[in-house]
């Protein structure tokens, strides 16, 4: 009897806790409607209509046995089942990327996508060039980068919507490996009609008395330039006469080519401007301006075949001094 009760009592626990079950393609979409907080955008990204969107995300709550998703107006949120599942849908999506390209490693074929990103200076005036000899080596991958400030290519990396990153300052993120990379030096431009132009150094009483054009909050290249003034005797930024706050290097190029004022930006971001005659590099004294630019990854993730492969280049291209003049 014990026996025949015990045989009853565990098939009536199997039927009263419903298995929970769901394929990747499900997890794929759910991931892309989190993550663009939009039914439409992501119907977009996975090439699906928006009705076939809703009706797999409600088979999906239907197997796991509750919502995972809030409409919030028209922002879409998840609930806190869904950032469960999400955590676990992003790590098993990078599992199956993964298997993918090492099957294609072991069958020696080469292909496939990487994603990238840099911050203004790397992401425009190195890392196009270093694509360039990458894909000599490698023809038949192709790599998407993303160019945003410093603080948006560490999100992005953290949130796995890149697979490396290049940035202009040193992260303090637990979660990202960071290797230096190339030199950089920050230098003073003006335009070469500014009365300071004749000179090669100017003090800093005399860059506090200029107007003063400022990257946007998130650059590196501000991070490095208010690290080095707060070592001086000013108080950072806050004592210098800011005009404007500019979001690119090439913006705040056209502004004091255009005599809005003056900015601390990198040399690589005003090289051809000095060439031509444009601009002039000063230095300010006291203040020796140099950095380094890091490549990022998120360490929780396995990295794939393909981005190992960039993220070597990447640190031998470093070494050896190629493709980044």
């Given at each position: ?145 993303t160019i ?20 202009g300052s ?25 009365r300071l ?129």
């Amino acid at each position: 009897m014990p026996g025949i009760y015990k045989s009853h009592l565990k098939k009536s626990i199997s039927h009263q806790i419903p298995s929970i079950d769901f394929d990747l393609r499900q997890l794929e979409i759910f991931r892309r409607v989190v993550e663009l907080e939009s039914f439409s955008k992501a119907a977009a990204a996975v090439f699906l209509a928006q009705a076939s969107v809703s009706e797999r995300i409600a088979n999906l709550e239907n197997m796991v046995g509750t919502r995972l998703l809030d409409r919030l107006g028209r922002q879409v949120v998840p609930t806190k089942a869904g950032e469960l599942l999400y955590k676990h849908a992003v790590l098993l999506l990078d599992m199956k990327k993964t298997a993918s390209l090492e099957m294609q490693e072991f069958l020696g074929i080469k292909r496939g996508e990487i994603l990238i990103g840099g911050s203004t200076i790397p992401g425009e005036y190195i890392l196009p060039k270093v694509i360039g000899r990458f894909r000599e080596k490698y023809p038949h991958v192709s790599a998407m980068l993303t160019i945003a400030d410093t603080g948006e290519i560490e999100r992005l990396v953290l949130e796995g919507a890149l697979d490396l990153g290049v940035i202009g300052s040193r992260s303090t993120h637990r979660s990202l490996i960071q290797h230096e990379l190339w030199k950089d030096e920050l230098v003073l431009a003006v335009p070469v009609q500014h009365r300071l132009a004749r000179k090669k150094v100017v003090s800093l009483e005399e860059l506090i008395e200029e107007p003063f054009i400022l990257r946007e909050v998130g650059s590196g290249t501000l991070r490095i330039m208010e690290d080095y003034l707060q070592g001086s005797r000013s108080r950072g930024s806050s004592s210098l006469n800011v005009v404007s706050r500019l979001g690119t290097s090439t913006a705040v190029k056209e502004g004091i080519k255009a005599g809005l004022g003056i900015s601390i930006l990198s040399s690589r971001a005003v090289e051809t401007e000095i060439k031509v005659g444009i601009l002039k590099a000063l230095k300010v004294k006291g203040l020796s301006m140099s950095r380094s630019f890091y490549l990022i990854r998120d360490k929780r993730r396995i990295a794939s075949p393909l981005c190992q492969a960039m993220l070597d280049f990447l640190l031998v291209t470093s070494y050896e001094g190629k493709g980044v003049k």
